[in-house]
């Protein structure tokens, strides 16, 4: 059976006209949803009894449990328990500027980046489009207030799962979904070449970010394993293509390790690299967990690398650190529970 919060609204009018009902109903049953946050279906006076009754029959209205929290000022962690007993995690930071979610979209990463903690346990399976969708709207139901961005960012590599981060995609820009603008969902993929090629067709002008973290495939090599698969001049060919098709900005991730890609020879060898293209580069201080060796450049490091990249031309942002109080890196909540 499948999951109404899985639905793209298309879909749902295919089924209403396949049992020979209006398509707007697909509209009322959206609003329903995700305007009213009411899926109670005894309560949906618009749509008649007996299709309000089979719409029970055809589709689940299950929903993942949130099981643990952890808070800090500016950003709260949840685990969430799945139907088969698996868990996954979403993250909220709360900006200035509004309220961000980051989403995981599998259970389990294969990537085996060298210093991220979600790495370490294996894919168990992707997640469904519910899944994703789900997480979206308990966060919200749990902080009592609107989701305003939203990054594809959490456990998971979100173009290992295609189809269902697309679907996911569609139903939180619909008007009638969660409204969220296109313009305000980032996917953060670590360089699955063939798939941003993919992305590029769809052009559906989201925030594509690239977790790059070296300026030359030796370090990358060592510390992220798809740059065995695809390498980094493949992967800027592929950036470059992305950017020209869809006219996007794309954003360059780059995480800060202490001692392994910091200095400024790296910051050097990263501007020749990345010099004249539409990008501009997030350096992440990186959250240090007990599980790996792997240190947090100190701030001075930090400034140093931005100010050469800056000096070459290169737009630089540095992330603002969230979460280093609970559980923040990404699948250290889960980690916790599984073992």
Not at 64 to 71: H, L, M, Q, T
Request: glycine share 6%; hydrophobic share 40%; with cysteine.
């Amino acid at each position: 059976m499948k999951n109404i919060y899985g639905v793209k609204r298309g879909m749902l009018e295919a089924y209403f006209l396949d049992i020979n009902e209006k398509k707007f109903k697909a509209l009322q049953v959206f609003e329903w949803l995700y305007q009213k946050k009411n899926n109670n279906v005894s309560d949906w006076s618009n749509i008649k009894k007996e299709v309000r009754l089979r719409i029970l029959e055809d589709y689940s209205f299950e929903m993942p449990k949130i099981v643990k929290k952890e808070k800090d000022e500016l950003t709260h962690k949840y685990l969430f328990e799945l139907f088969d007993k698996n868990y996954i995690e979403a993250v909220v930071m709360f900006h200035d500027y509004g309220i961000s979610v980051c989403v995981s979209s599998q259970v389990g990463c294969n990537m085996g980046c060298a210093f991220c903690e979600s790495g370490r346990l294996k894919k168990v399976r992707n997640l469904e489009t519910f899944e994703m969708v789900s997480q979206i709207l308990l966060i919200e139901e749990e902080i009592n207030k609107r989701v305003s961005s939203v990054v594809i960012m959490g456990i998971g590599e979100p173009l290992d799962n295609f189809d269902h981060v697309m679907d996911f995609i569609n139903i939180i820009n619909d008007a009638k979904g969660l409204q969220l603008g296109i313009r305000h969902i980032t996917l953060s993929t670590s360089g699955l070449v063939p798939k941003i090629q993919e992305l590029k067709k769809r052009d559906i002008q989201i925030n594509l970010a690239v977790s790059l973290h070296a300026p030359n495939d030796e370090i990358r090599n060592r510390l992220m394993k798809v740059n065995k698969v695809y390498s980094i001049s493949q992967l800027i060919s592929a950036i470059k293509d992305y950017i020209e098709y869809t006219n996007r900005r794309v954003t360059i991730e780059y995480v800060m390790l202490k001692g392994i890609n910091d200095s400024e020879e790296n910051a050097l060898e990263l501007a020749n690299l990345l010099k004249g293209m539409n990008i501009y580069v997030n350096l992440i201080p990186y959250n240090e967990t007990n599980h790996l060796e792997f240190k947090k450049s100190d701030a001075e490091s930090i400034r140093k690398f931005g100010e050469v990249l800056k000096k070459n031309g290169l737009n630089v942002t540095i992330r603002k650190e969230f979460g280093s109080k609970i559980s923040a890196a990404c699948g250290q909540l889960r980690s916790k529970e599984v073992e």
